[in-house]
């Protein structure tokens, strides 16, 4: 276990669905009980796994902490598979076990003008960064996503800094968000501003090859399938820069990232 992360079992507070596709609620909030962590950083993660996994499915799911206060933990996900669904169904004062924070979170230069790039569920660290920032008028966003915007929680990150939202519902949309990304990462590069990602990988991909072309600084968030969340099973890896066409070299995504540098790694 990395040092000042814990195990422990934390209660459900609610869970709250957010929006819905085709009368269907596949997005929700989960509030839990206050873990009892001395720090947390925006862009860390738990592994969290609820009794109802059973034998059925032995590994926690890995979630971003969305936000943390002195009274909950919130995390925030979309249905996708087994182990979602079943943290769907979790409901008020059942118990799950977590373990966090894991990981290295975003960097954070109160000074510098910095973009928060999200793709879709990429929105869940930037909730926790914009509201802990100390001088939010330095934070702007590009957020895109496909699913209506009601299935996002953005409306505390719209009270508190400029985002602009672009959504894609034909392909010309993807056109125009590729446009608006390539725009503003080319804009705070020539600040040397700081450019922070998360969203799925073709959208990671993308930031990568605009931020590498420019000589930006920016971190982007891997978000690798993960079993144990702890560096032990290598079950999560990332290339490193490190890697000839002989020698390939892989760093654990869940203990050296989720967030790395661009220098760091290949994508
Ligand atoms: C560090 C980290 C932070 C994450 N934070 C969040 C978050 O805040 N909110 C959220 O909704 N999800 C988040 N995810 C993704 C989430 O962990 C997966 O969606 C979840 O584990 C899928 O589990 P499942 O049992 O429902 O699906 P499975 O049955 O395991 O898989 C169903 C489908 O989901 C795909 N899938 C599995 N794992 C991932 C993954 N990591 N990313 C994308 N697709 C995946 C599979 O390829 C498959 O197509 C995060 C992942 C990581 C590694
Ligand atoms: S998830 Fe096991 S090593 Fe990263």
Redesign the pocket.
Known sequence: MPPHASYTHLTVLDIVPFGSIAGKNTFFALRLSRPDWPEWQPGQ?VMIRPDSFGLE?PWP??????DMNDRYLI?????????????AQLSRGETVAVTGP??KGFHSEVDTPTLLLAGG?GI??FIGYVRSHPQPWNLSMVFGHRPPLSCYPIESLRERIPVDILRETIPGDLDNLLFTLHERIHDYSAQNGLILGCG??PFLRTLYGYGKSMGARMQL??????ACGVGACLG?VTKTAKTTPETPEYVQ??TK??VFWIDQIVL
């Open positions: 993660f499915i799911r890995p979630l971003g902490i969305c995390c925030f996900f979309q249905v996708l598979g087994r182990g979602t669904e079943r943290l894991l990981g569920m869940v660290p799925p990988k968030s891997l978000e690798n399938t993960m999560c995504t869940c990232g989720p």
